[in-house]
């Protein structure tokens, strides 16, 4: 077994991956971990942004867990080069690691769309916890705040800015919202259900230049928002924007490592890359996918968290493969709930869709056979069946349970999903499965805390 275990990149895969490791192993091994940032996790950035949690929540492990944990750090330093012939990475300083075994996870970026002016101040992303702060420095009540892309993660920070009394306008390039998350009724449904809680959206519209707006000296610089010539409406003016137009896998430093690369470190079913003793996880990884076959990026938390699992446990020596990944999008917006889950874009697939005329509710089902593949589903917040037929939907897809004449009965009542998730008999097909053999543990009973 690997007594020299590198983990490079400290985020959601890198952590899991080094606790998986702590709970697996027979033996003490050597654990190090190069991250360019302290190890804390981005999806609570959202709770961060509206106060709701402190700094010192968003941390995933701080140096004093990680001396406990028996974990080498070089916090702060980013690897530059692999050769994995060598088995060495060297980093921005010049230090050079040797490895048994190595894992990438170092995640993606924010990119900005190539504007005029959008490196300008009071022009922000939104994925580290560094751009965070600078989004927070910004709103105050009453600001005005323009996020430039109508994706997944503007979809997030939404709620945290409308609480920190900001006016909001978001401007998207295509013809509608969520062009990646839900299809065109969907996004319907969730466009006028936002404007009705006083966002302003704009689709369809491309901005051409951010520009400052002279005002009183030593006040902050406001914005103008330009947009290319047909686009609806004139400029818009704007306290804050924040670019979401984007990520990028953080790859170049591997450029010349001979490591195969796609869009994504191409791994096997042991998260292998063609170094095999390099492994790869999280947003950086093109792994398994459950529902579609092949291998897929699926640049979401659940993949990084069970990609560190699955790396973690075949480092520790044990031989896991991983089933796949499930591509699961979930967010709530002014108390709706917008989901998608598998293959809900798939043109080629059966559909079963339904509306409620009484309210903002919306569902689509698609299938192979009598198999659910994927699936869509908007509805309000408060009304509990919303919420049970997230899970029950994203259970079905991600089983594949064949459902027989049940699929027939969700044509006849499409908002009753219960009854066909427990004839397909899903919750006993779920039970047992787990990530890397064995039911998770409870705190206490692992070598860290878990
Ligand atoms: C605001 C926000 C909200 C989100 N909400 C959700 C959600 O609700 N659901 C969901 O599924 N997903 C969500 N995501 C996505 C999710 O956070 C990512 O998919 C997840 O963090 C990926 O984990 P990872 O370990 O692959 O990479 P990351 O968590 O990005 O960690 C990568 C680490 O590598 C480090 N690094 C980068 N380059 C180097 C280098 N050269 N050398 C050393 N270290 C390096 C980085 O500093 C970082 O510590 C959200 C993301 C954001 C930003």
């Given at each position: 077994m690997a007594a020299r275990h590198l983990i490079i990149g400290g985020g959601t895969a890198g952590i899991n991956?080094?606790?998986?490791?702590?709970?697996?192993?027979?033996?003490?091994?050597?654990?190090?971990?190069?991250?360019?940032?302290?190890?804390?996790?981005?999806?609570?950035?959202?709770?961060?942004?509206?106060?709701?949690?402190?700094?010192?929540?968003?941390?995933?492990a701080t140096p004093r867990i990680l001396a406990e944990w028996g974990v080498k750090s070089h916090v702060g330093r980013r690897a530059t080069s692999l050769d994995p012939k060598g088995n060495v990475v060297t980093l921005d300083d010049g230090t050079k690691l040797e490895y048994d075994d190595c894992m990438i996870a170092t995640g993606s970026s924010a990119v900005r769309a190539p504007v005029a002016g959008a490196d300008g101040a009071n022009v922000h992303s939104f994925w580290t916890l560094d751009e965070a702060k600078g989004v927070i420095a910004g709103i105050a009540p009453g600001s005005h705040v323009v996020m430039v892309g109508a994706g997944f993660i503007s979809f997030t920070i939404l709620n945290s800015i409308l609480s920190l009394g900001a006016k909001l306008t978001i401007v998207e390039i295509a013809p509608r919202i969520l062009p990646?998350?839900?299809?065109?009724?969907?996004?319907?449904?969730?466009?006028?259900?936002?404007?009705?809680?006083?966002?302003?959206?704009?689709?369809?519209?491309?901005?051409?230049?951010?520009?400052?707006?002279?005002?009183?000296?030593?006040?902050?610089?406001?914005?103008?928002?330009?947009?290319?010539?047909?686009?609806?409406?004139?400029?818009?003016?704007?306290?804050?924007?924040?670019?979401?137009?984007?990520?990028?896998?953080?790859?170049?430093?591997?450029?010349?490592?001979?490591?195969?690369?796609?869009?994504?470190?191409?791994?096997?079913?042991?998260?292998?890359?063609?170094?095999?003793?390099?492994?790869?996880?999280?947003?950086?990884?093109?792994?398994?996918?459950?529902?579609?076959?092949?291998?897929?990026?699926?640049?979401?938390?659940?993949?990084?968290?069970?990609?560190?699992?699955?790396?973690?446990?075949?480092?520790?020596?044990?031989?896991?493969?991983?089933?796949?990944?499930?591509?699961?999008?979930?967010?709530?917006?002014?108390?709706?709930?917008?989901a998608s889950f598998g293959a809900w874009d798939d043109t080629t697939a059966e559909v079963i869709s339904a509306s409620r005329p009484d309210r903002p509710a919306y569902r689509k089902m698609l299938f192979r056979g009598d198999r659910m593949t994927g699936a869509i589903i908007l509805g309000p917040s408060s009304d509990i069946w919303t919420t049970n037929d997230v899970g029950m939907l994203k259970g079905l897809v991600q089983t594949g349970q064949p459902l027989g004449q049940f699929k027939e009965r969700l044509r006849q009542q499409p908002f009753d999903v219960k009854t066909a998730f427990i004839a397909a008999k899903t919750t006993a097909r779920l039970l047992p499965e787990t990530v890397v053999g064995r039911p998770s543990k409870a705190p206490g009973d692992t070598p860290v805390a878990v």
């Open positions: 991956a080094i606790r998986t490791i702590r709970e697996e192993e027979r033996e003490r091994s050597e654990i190090t971990l190069v991250s360019a940032e302290r190890p804390y996790s981005r999806m609570v950035l959202p709770y961060f942004l509206d106060r709701s949690i402190a700094e010192s929540h968003v941390y995933t990646r998350m839900v299809d065109g009724p969907g996004a319907e449904l969730v466009e006028k259900w936002l404007e009705k809680h006083g966002v302003t959206i704009r689709t369809g519209a491309t901005v051409s230049a951010i520009e400052d707006v002279k005002g009183k000296p030593g006040t902050p610089a406001r914005k103008r928002i330009k947009f290319a010539r047909g686009a609806k409406g004139g400029d818009i003016i704007a306290d804050v924007v924040i670019m979401a137009t984007g990520i990028k896998t953080n790859l170049d430093w591997l450029k010349d490592s001979g490591l195969r690369i796609d869009r994504g470190i191409v791994v096997d079913s042991h998260l292998r890359s063609n170094a095999p003793n390099v492994y790869a996880a999280g947003d950086v990884a093109q792994g398994p996918d459950l529902i579609a076959g092949g291998t897929s990026i699926h640049a979401i938390e659940p993949t990084a968290q069970e990609h560190g699992r699955v790396v973690g446990a075949n480092m520790a020596g044990k031989d896991v493969q991983y089933r796949g990944s499930v591509i699961i999008n979930i967010v709530e917006v002014c108390h709706l709930d917008v």
